[in-house]
Structure formats: C-alpha cells, structure tokens
C-alpha cells in the first residue's frame, strides 16, 4: 500500500492541540487595517478551533497528523 500524499497547503494552516481538535488562523489581519478598529485587530489575532465537521474533511488532507 502506497504512503498518502499530504496536501502541503493545508498543513501549513492548521496545528493539532492536545485536546485533538485543529486550529486556525483568521483571516483579514494582512492589509487594509488602517480602517479596521483596535478592537477588531486584535480579536482577529486569536486562534479559531475548527468544528468536527470541517475537521474531518481537513484531516483527510492531512493524514499524518
């Protein structure tokens, strides 16, 4: 049986925590940020964990994680 191939791009984006869920970045913190408030920066700076649905199709992308 031949290895599965990981899809690259996607395990760049997210990281297993210890509970086993996946995590994520937000997105719109890149530019345009002079109109965006203090506020919305910096809870777009937060980590988002993934919902079990989305997590299993991520986790079919990344088979050795």
């Avoid at 690259?8 to 869920?21: E, Q």
């Avoid at 994520?24 to 919902?51: F, G």
Wanted: aromatic share 4%; with cysteine.
């Amino acid at each position: 049986m031949p290895k599965i191939k990981t899809i690259r791009s996607v395990s760049k984006r997210f990281k297993k925590i210890s509970s086993g869920h996946l995590k994520r970045k937000q997105a719109n913190l890149r530019h345009l940020l002079t109109h965006k408030t203090t506020h919305k920066k910096r809870h777009l700076r937060k980590k988002i964990v993934l919902k079990s649905i989305e997590r299993s199709k991520i986790l079919l992308c990344i088979p050795y994680l």
